[in-house]
C-alpha cells in the first residue's frame, strides 16, 4: 500500500495550492456576488496545464489520470475556490470522449481541454427523470443523416460558460425498436436550444439553468463515438471521474473550512487568557470534522488509484463512498465552522458561511447520497432494490 504522491504529483499539488491561495476565497465570492465567473483563475490554470492534466500528451495534455484532475479540484477548493466546471468538464466531457470519441473528436476536441480553452458541460438530469435515468424524455429521431433532438434538461451547471453542451438522449434501436442512450456534443448556440437561469441559494459564479431542446439540428458527427453502441459504455465512463473529482472538491472545501475556523479559535479569546480552542467544546467538533475529511481523502485516494489502474469497477464502489464521505464530511466541517467562529461565522468577510449553500448541494448532486446507499446497498450488501 502506498500513500504517497509521486514527485510529479507533490509538485502539482503545491502549484495548485500556491495559484489558489493567489485567487482565494473573497475573489470567489466577489464574483459570484457580482454575477461574473472566475475566468481569470479557469485561463490561468488552463495556461499552466493545471486543467488538462489527465488529458493524453498526444493531444497537448498532461498525459496523468484522474489522481491529477483530482488533486487540482481538491487544491483549489481548499484555497476557497470550489470549482463545480472542472468536474464537469475536464472530468466528465473529457474523459467521456477519450475514452468513447472517435478519433476525428478526440482530435478536434482534446487540445481545447488540455489548455482550458474548451470548456463542455454535461446535462442528463430531466424534471421528470430526476434520479431515474432510465427514464429519460429526451430523445434523438434521426433525419437523413442528422439527428434532431427534443426534450428538457434541468440544473445543468455552466451552460453559459462552454463551448458545447454534452447531452444525454435516447435513440430508437433499428434493430429492436428499443430506446437506449446516446450522448450528443450539443452546440450551446445551435438553434432550437434556449436556457433559463435557476435562481440557487448557493454562492458560486457558476450558474444551473433549464435547457429546452426543440428539433435541435445536429449532424452525424455529433454522436459520441462511432455507432449507437457506444452510449451506455460512453455514459458511464463519466461516472468515476465525476464521482472522484467532486469529492476531492469537497474534501477540499471541508479543508479550506476546517483551517480557517483554526486559525479563529486558536487566537480568539472571551473568558480571560485562554483561547476558546481550549474548551473541548469547541475543539473537539472541529477535530471531529478534520477526521471525517481526512477518512473522505483516503477514500478519494483509493478510487483514484483504482481508477488509473484500470479497475473500473472496483473504483466504482470505492468512487461512490468517497463520493458520499466527502459530501458528509464537507457539510460537517463548514457548518461546524460556522459554529465555533460564533457570529463571525455568519458574517461575508470570514468566508465559511458562503459554502454553506454548495456543500449542502453536494449531498444532493451529482448524485445523491441516498442513490449511493441504495448502490452500496445492491452492489456490496447483495440486497434486493426497492425500486
Ligand atoms: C448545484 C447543482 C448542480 C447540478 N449540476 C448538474 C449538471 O451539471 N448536469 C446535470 O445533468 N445535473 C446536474 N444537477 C442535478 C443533480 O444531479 C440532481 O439534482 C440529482 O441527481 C438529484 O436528482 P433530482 O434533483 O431530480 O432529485 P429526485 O430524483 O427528484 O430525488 C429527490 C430526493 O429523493 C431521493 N430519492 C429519489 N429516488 C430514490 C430512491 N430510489 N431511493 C431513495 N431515495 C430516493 C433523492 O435522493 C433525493 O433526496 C445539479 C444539481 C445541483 C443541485
Request: charge should be negative; charged fraction near 20%; include cysteine.
Amino acid at each position: 500500500m502506498n500513500f504517497d504522491l509521486t514527485p510529479e504529483q507533490d509538485q502539482l499539488r503545491d502549484a495548485v495550492r500556491a495559484l489558489g491561495r493567489r485567487y482565494g476565497h473573497d475573489y470567489f465570492v466577489t464574483k459570484a456576488r457580482s454575477g461574473e465567473h472566475t475566468t481569470e483563475l479557469w485561463d490561468e490554470a488552463g495556461r499552466l496545464g493545471y486543467l488538462g492534466v489527465n488529458i493524453p500528451t498526444e493531444y497537448g495534455g498532461g498525459g496523468g489520470g484522474i489522481t491529477d484532475l483530482a488533486i487540482v479540484c481538491e487544491e483549489l477548493a481548499a484555497a476557497g475556490c470550489p470549482l463545480l466546471l472542472l468536474v464537469v468538464s475536464p472530468a466528465i466531457a473529457a474523459t467521456v470522449i477519450t475514452r468513447h470519441g472517435t478519433e476525428e473528436q478526440r482530435k478536434r476536441f482534446l487540445p481545447g481541454f488540455a489548455d482550458g480553452s474548451l470548456k463542455v458541460v454535461f446535462a442528463i438530469t430531466e424534471p421528470e427523470a430526476g434520479s431515474n435515468f432510465h427514464r429519460l424524455g429526451t430523445v434523438a429521431r434521426r433525419d437523413g443523416d442528422d439527428w434532431l433532438l427534443s426534450g428538457r434538461k434541468c440544473f445543468i451547471s455552466g451552460v453559459d460558460e462552454a463551448s458545447y453542451v454534452l447531452v444525454v438522449a435516447r435513440t430508437e434501436d433499428a434493430t429492436t425498436g428499443k430506446l437506449k442512450p446516446a450522448l450528443f456534443i450539443v452546440p450551446t448556440d445551435a438553434p432550437g436550444l434556449t436556457r433559463s437561469k435557476l435562481d440557487m441559494e448557493i454562492v458560486s459564479p457558476e450558474n444551473q439553468f433549464l435547457l429546452y431542446l426543440d428539433d435541435v439540428r445536429l449532424p452525424a458527427d455529433a454522436l459520441v463515438g462511432e455507432s449507437l453502441d457506444a452510449g451506455l459504455p460512453a455514459l458511464f465512463a463519466g461516472l468515476n471521474p465525476e464521482r472522484i473529482t467532486v469529492a476531492a472538491m469537497g474534501a477540499g472545501t471541508g479543508r479550506y473550512a476546517i483551517e480557517r475556523a483554526s486559525e479563529y479559535t486558536a487566537t480568539r479569546k472571551v473568558w480571560g487568557g485562554r483561547t476558546i480552542g481550549s474548551h473541548q467544546g469547541v475543539s473537539h467538533p472541529l477535530a471531529h470534522a478534520a477526521v471525517q475529511v481526512e477518512l473522505a481523502r483516503l477514500m478519494i485516494h483509493k478510487a483514484a488509484t483504482l481508477y488509473d489502474a484500470g479497475r473500473d469497477l472496483e473504483a466504482g464502489v470505492a468512487g461512490n463512498m468517497a463520493k458520499y464521505a466527502a459530501g458528509e464530511a464537507a457539510a460537517l466541517a463548514v457548518d461546524t465552522a460556522v459554529q465555533v467562529l460564533g457570529g463571525a461565522g455568519m458574517t461575508t468577510e470570514y468566508g465559511v458561511a458562503t459554502l454553506l449553500g454548495a456543500v449542502r448541494a453536494g449531498r444532493i448532486a451529482p448524485v445523491s447520497r441516498e442513490m449511493i446507499l441504495n448502490f452500496v446497498a445492491q452492489h456490496v450488501l447483495g440486497q434486493d432494490k426497492s425500486y
